[in-house]
C-alpha cells in the first residue's frame, strides 16, 4: 500500500466551484505539504503544516486554504475555483528536520485538476 | 532571485553513455541540502539523491551521481549507463536549514534517452 495517498486522483470542475483535495499517510511524519505543477515552473509551495497546530503559507497560497485534521491527513482547498488554477497538485511528507539529516520528502502520486 | 535554476530544458543522451544534468543554487544559508527527484511520464516524483551542504564527499547512488561544487553553487546530477527507463524529468531542489524542511525546485529538464 501507498505511504502517501491523495484523492481525487483526477478531477474536472467548473470555474466557481468549492474543491477539495485530500491527503494521508501512513508513513508517521509530522511534516506534511501541498505544491502545484505547472509545465515549466517546476513544483511551487501552496502550504506546509509542521504539526496539527502549525499550518504556514507557502509562496502561492492566495486562493487556497488547508486543514490539518489529524497527524494524517492533510488537506486542500480551492474556495472558488478559478481556471489558472488547473494544475497537478502534490501532497507530500517529510520526518523532523535534524542538522545533519536528509529527511527527504515522500510524495504522494499527484492529483490532476482541470477547471473549466 | 532564483534560487535554483536548471538551464537545460531538454536533453538527449544515448542508451549506455553517461548525462549530466546542470543545476546551480543561490542561498546565503550556511546549512543547506541539495535533492535531484526524477518524474516519469507517469507524473510520480522520485528521490533520487540527496547532498548536504557539509558533505564532504559528493554522493552516490547506484548509477547517480552528484557532483557537488559548492565555490560554484552547482550540484549536477550524473547518471551513467543511461537506460531508456531514465527518460523522465528530473528536478533539482533545495532545502535551506533557516525555511524549516520546506524544499525549492527548480523548472527541471526533461531526459530522454535514445535507443
Known amino acids: 500500500d501507498a505511504d502517501v495517498t491523495q484523492t481525487p486522483r483526477n478531477r474536472i470542475t467548473k470555474t466557481g466551484k468549492r474543491i477539495m483535495l485530500e491527503c494521508s499517510q501512513t508513513?508517521?511524519?509530522?511534516?506534511m505539504y501541498w505544491y502545484r505543477q505547472d509545465p515549466g515552473l517546476g513544483l511551487r509551495l501552496i502550504y506546509y503544516s509542521f504539526d496539527v497546530k502549525d499550518i504556514n503559507k507557502g509562496e502561492i497560497s492566495d486562493g487556497y486554504s488547508v486543514s490539518r485534521q489529524a497527524q494524517a491527513k492533510f488537506s486542500l482547498s480551492l474556495e472558488s475555483a478559478i481556471p489558472n488554477q488547473t494544475a497537478l497538485y502534490f501532497c507530500a511528507t517529510s520526518d523532523l528536520q535534524g542538522a545533519s539529516s536528509y529527511n527527504e520528502q515522500f510524495f504522494g502520486p499527484g492529483t490532476r485538476l482541470t477547471v473549466l | 532571485a532564483q534560487k535554483i535554476t536548471q538551464t537545460q530544458p531538454g536533453m538527449f543522451v544515448q542508451e549506455k553513455e553517461a548525462v549530466t544534468l546542470d543545476c546551480t543554487y543561490d542561498t546565503s544559508d550556511p546549512s543547506y541540502g541539495l535533492f535531484w527527484y526524477k518524474q516519469p511520464s507517469s507524473g510520480e516524483m522520485i528521490f533520487l539523491i540527496y547532498q548536504g551542504s557539509y558533505d564532504q564527499q559528493n554522493a552516490t547512488e547506484g548509477r547517480y551521481s552528484l557532483n557537488f561544487q559548492k565555490a560554484r553553487k552547482s550540484a549536477n546530477l550524473v547518471i551513467s549507463a543511461s537506460q531508456l527507463g531514465d527518460s523522465a524529468m528530473y528536478f533539482c531542489a533545495m532545502r535551506e536549514f533557516n525555511s524549516g524542511s520546506r524544499l525549492t525546485f527548480g523548472e527541471g529538464t526533461q531526459l530522454t534517452v535514445n535507443p
Open positions: 508513513k508517521g511524519h509530522d511534516r
